[in-house]
């Protein structure tokens, strides 16, 4: 690592657990100080015992990324505490894949993924802009997703809210240039993020994999026991099948770890052989 992540402070939302969890770990063992918010405060706790069990700091404070006032009330505890925000990552997000033929069972679902995903960003946005101008710099890191790459069965939803991220992201990095660094991660499919406990119809995953569909699905099903081609579990082989959510978290810790004139704007990360047609 390049060393400038040392001493940075880094808000994470959604870093009760999962894949923001993770980011709070990494970002933490370089000497980064973590702003942790997440509405699940077991979650939160969870996460901060773990960060401080390692020699850590964390501030953590429990915040709903679709109300405005919880991620600024964050953004000001965070600065009280460590006098500034270098870094949010707008992790919180959720996929509620279905068809539009499932719109009776996903349609509360789908409205709580456009609060989420795309409100919750813009709230992120708007609750650390100011401070961030104000520094001098600063850095926004969004999530999104292979799904908003292109419209397709299944996803529709989904897809259209990370197609929302990239254009908020493209926008504010255009507005703050030279002031307000801005990096879209675009993670494939990872199976160990539990994004997809979220998952309205499970039929919906042929949006991503088309005609790779039954031999995907047959070979994760044997990876769950014993994989079809031992290479499919094997991050050291092409043929790797399901990626990790450690190697998603280390392209998050990447984009931070760069001197402030540097930006890496977009980053996608997929397991070689993952078959998805996006």
């Not at 719109?103 to 509360?108: G, I, K, N, V, W």
């Amino acid at each position: 690592m390049g060393g400038y992540i040392q001493d940075r402070v880094v808000m994470v939302t959604g870093g009760g657990g999962g894949f923001g969890r993770l980011i709070c770990e990494k970002a933490a063992a370089l000497g980064a100080r973590i702003v942790c918010t997440d509405i699940d405060e077991a979650g939160l706790t969870g996460t901060a015992a773990s960060v401080l069990a390692a020699g850590g700091r964390i501030l953590h404070q429990r915040a709903d990324v679709t109300a405005l006032s919880d991620l600024r009330a964050a953004v000001t505890a965070g600065v009280r505490e460590f006098g500034r925000i270098d870094v949010l990552v707008n992790n919180a997000g959720i996929m509620p894949l279905a068809f539009w033929r499932d719109h009776e069972a996903a349609a509360q679902a789908w409205s709580r993924c456009i609060d989420i995903n795309i409100k919750g960003v813009m709230n992120g946005v708007m609750a650390i802009h100011d401070q961030m101008i104000a520094q001098g710099q600063g850095q926004v890191i969004n999530i999104s997703s292979i799904y908003g790459n292109f419209p397709v069965a299944g996803a529709g939803i989904y897809g259209a809210t990370k197609a929302a991220v990239n254009f908020l992201s493209e926008s504010l990095r255009v507005e703050s240039q030279g002031r307000i660094k801005v990096t879209t991660i675009r993670p494939t499919g990872v199976p160990g993020t539990g994004l997809g406990g979220g998952v309205i119809n499970p039929e919906a995953i042929v949006g991503i994999l088309g005609q790779n569909t039954a031999s995907y699905l047959g070979a994760l099903q044997g990876r769950a026991n014993t994989p079809l081609d031992p290479r499919q579990g094997d991050p050291g082989s092409v043929g790797y099948l399901a990626l990790d959510p450690e190697f998603i978290a280390d392209a998050v810790i990447h984009a931070i770890d760069q001197p402030w004139g540097v930006s890496i704007s977009d980053i996608t990360v997929r397991a070689t052989g993952d078959q998805y047609i996006l």
